[in-house]
């Protein structure tokens, strides 16, 4: 099955900065990388995705990037703010298929 | 954006109990699911719940631990059965609209199991 590694487990950044969190996949036949976002006491939230024919997609301060080659993919926040700071789970999937793998996930801090 | 809520909200719970937990969309959906989430982890599915049939479970979960029901496309219930503290964790629900890849999550069960 597919396996979904995620780093780093944690990251703390200033307010303002960008941060990039990263995953890498083993199943070649996974075309579909979603990212969540989790608060405290809730849900996760999905908040960007990309498909794998694409190698980047951007959504206002969020952008996904993606290398099929190296079987990895990239999240990007840029300007961050103290509303970003959660937990991040990137996962992996194939389109046709219910199941979504999900890596270990990154709790972000952002310090005013 | 359809809502997906859950009940309830958070449990504490004795041993050898069961709970059932409700996930409620407020549109038809194609697709539900179930997953868990120990303190500190990441989700696993446990089953996928299937309209009007039995779930589809994933290698480790039971039907007799988890049975799961979906009577209609916006509503299905969990149950965690003779639990154990090896139970708690958060419960979510997921559904799924045209894509069963593209899931979108309730805002989950924290169980906790004395």
């Known amino acids: 099955g597919e396996n979904v590694e995620q780093h780093p487990s944690t990251l703390s950044v200033q307010e303002g900065d960008s941060a990039v969190i990263k995953c890498t996949y083993s199943d070649s036949a996974s075309n579909y990388f979603p990212w969540y976002k989790q608060e405290l006491g809730k849900g996760p939230q999905l908040i960007i995705d990309i498909r794998s024919n694409v190698g980047e997609k951007k959504d206002q301060r969020i952008a996904v990037t993606l290398n099929k080659t190296a079987k990895h993919f990239s999240l990007h926040i840029t300007e961050t703010q103290p509303e970003d700071s959660a937990v991040y789970f990137c996962a992996a999937s194939q389109t046709g298929a219910n199941n979504l793998f999900f890596g270990t996930g990154t709790r972000l801090t952002v310090i005013p | 954006s359809a809502v997906i809520s859950q009940k309830p909200s958070r449990d504490i719970c004795q041993r050898g109990t069961s709970l059932t937990i409700q996930c409620q969309v407020d549109s038809q959906v194609t697709m539900m699911f179930w997953y868990r989430q120990q303190p500190g982890q990441s989700l696993t599915l446990i089953a996928t719940?299937?309209?009007?049939?039995?779930?589809?479970?994933e290698s480790g979960f039971v039907i007799d631990k988890f049975p799961i029901s979906r009577p209609n496309l916006t509503f299905s219930t969990l149950t965690v059965s003779n639990m154990s503290p090896e139970d708690s964790s958060i419960y979510l629900c997921?559904?799924?609209?045209?894509?069963?890849?593209?899931?979108?999550f309730g805002p989950g069960t924290r169980l906790t199991v004395t």
């Open positions: 997921s559904a799924a609209w045209d894509r069963a890849y593209e899931q979108y």
């Open positions: 719940a299937n309209q009007g049939s039995e779930a589809t479970y």
